[in-house]
């Protein structure tokens, strides 16, 4: 989790500052749990800014996850290659596996630094999510514009406490996928979401 600098001068001692209410400083601690402390960020000085506010990131186990599924791949289709080599002595198999396993390096090389770029930000009015470095990718979802919140993981990510949660709106183009959030973030970030959508669409 990353928090920008703040822009407003910081309240004298002994002034009127409020305190961060429980329920906020609850919040903070079951959604930076285990995770990253510092999104990374593209080095051109155009790149999207982070603005104001405290950033989320993904759980640190997420990497292994991906790591884990990525070089599960790579040795299956390497294995198949063979085989098929020993089998058949031929050699023509080895031109698509080869082009599965120098996309499935590339994704083992790019992961770590790849799940570092994603981050997401609890507004007043709308959830932001960012990722990428070389592309990067900013949505604001409005809260009132929420139709579902689902969470999902499959073995692999029980094992290791993650989730992934999904956002659904009126508007495909603005759906938000979280992936590699720890369980408790996610059930915390699915009730939060859906009792503020609630509160919107209800107008209270």
């Known amino acids: 989790m990353t928090t920008p600098p703040e822009t407003s001068p ?5 002034s009127d500052a409020p305190a961060p209410s429980p329920e906020a400083v ?26 104001d506010g405290t950033w989320y990131q993904l759980a640190r186990a997420y990497v292994r ?13 390497a294995a198949a ?13 080895w031109i698509p596996a080869g082009v599965i396993l120098l996309v499935t390096a590339i994704g083992l090389i790019i992961t770590p630094r790849q799940a570092r770029s994603v981050g997401y930000q609890l507004r007043d009015d709308d959830l932001v999510f960012r990722r990428g470095i070389l592309w990067q990718r900013v949505v604001a979802v409005p809260y ?16 290791f406490g993650i989730a992934q949660l999904k956002l659904v709106t009126a508007a495909a183009s ?10 408790e973030a996610a059930e915390h970030l699915r009730d939060t979401l859906v009792a503020v959508a609630e509160t919107r669409r209800t107008g209270l």
């Open 10 to 14: 910081p309240a004298p001692s002994g």
């Open 144 to 159: 009132g514009r929420m139709q579902l919140v689902d969470i999902t993981h499959g073995p692999l990510d029980r094992g």
């Open 174 to 183: 603005t759906g938000v996928t979280i992936p590699g959030l720890t369980q």
């Open 26 to 51: 609850t919040q903070g601690a079951v959604l930076s749990e285990r995770t990253y402390d510092r999104i990374l960020e593209p080095r051109s000085e155009r790149r999207l800014p982070l603005g």
């Open 81 to 93: 290659a063979l085989v098929a080599q020993l089998l058949t002595g031929v050699m023509w198999q």
């Open 65 to 77: 996850v991906q790591l884990i599924s990525q070089g599960a791949v790579f040795v299956l289709v």
